[in-house]
């Protein structure tokens, strides 16, 4: 029932849900990390280790890009604020499952 209430609560406008909602849908909607296939979006960039972090739009899994571009690092800095799509699959480094997130 609650996975119903979510899915329906796609068609409302966001401005007419609590943001605690809204962290909740996302926790009912998040695909299992094991089993899905993975969309990445560029959501930052980590300065101390020169690396993209990457998170799946649709399980939220964090990951990382190593070794980017000049071109590539350039374009991330404002990752955070307008994340985009990261296409090449190859040179996503999945984090350890029990690793820490960096
Ligand atoms: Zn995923």
Same mark, same amino acid.
């Given at each position: 029932m *609650? @996975?119903?209430?979510? =899915?329906?609560?796609?068609? #409302?406008?966001?401005?007419?849900?609590?943001? &605690? =909602? @809204?962290?909740?849908?996302?926790?009912?909607?998040?695909? !299992?990390?094991?089993?899905?296939?993975?969309?990445?979006? %560029? $959501?930052?960039? #980590?300065?101390?280790? $020169?690396?993209?972090? %990457?998170?799946?739009? &649709?399980?939220?899994? =964090?990951?990382?890009v190593?070794?980017?571009? *000049?071109?590539?690092?350039?374009?991330?800095? !404002?990752? @955070?604020?307008?994340?985009?799509?990261?296409?090449?699959?190859?040179? #996503?480094?999945?984090?350890? %499952?029990?690793? $820490? $997130?960096?």
């Amino acid at each position: 029932m *609650k @996975m119903l209430l979510a =899915y329906l609560s796609l068609y #409302i406008p966001q401005s007419l849900l609590t943001s &605690k =909602y @809204m962290a909740e849908r996302i926790q009912l909607l998040a695909a !299992d990390p094991d089993t899905c296939e993975h969309e990445w979006d %560029v $959501v930052a960039c #980590i300065l101390s280790t $020169v690396e993209l972090q %990457v998170q799946c739009r &649709k399980c939220a899994t =964090y990951s990382e890009v190593l070794n980017p571009s *000049k071109e590539e690092w350039a374009a991330s800095y !404002d990752a @955070m604020e307008n994340p985009y799509p990261w296409e090449d699959l190859s040179r #996503i480094r999945l984090y350890q %499952v029990d690793d $820490v $997130v960096h």
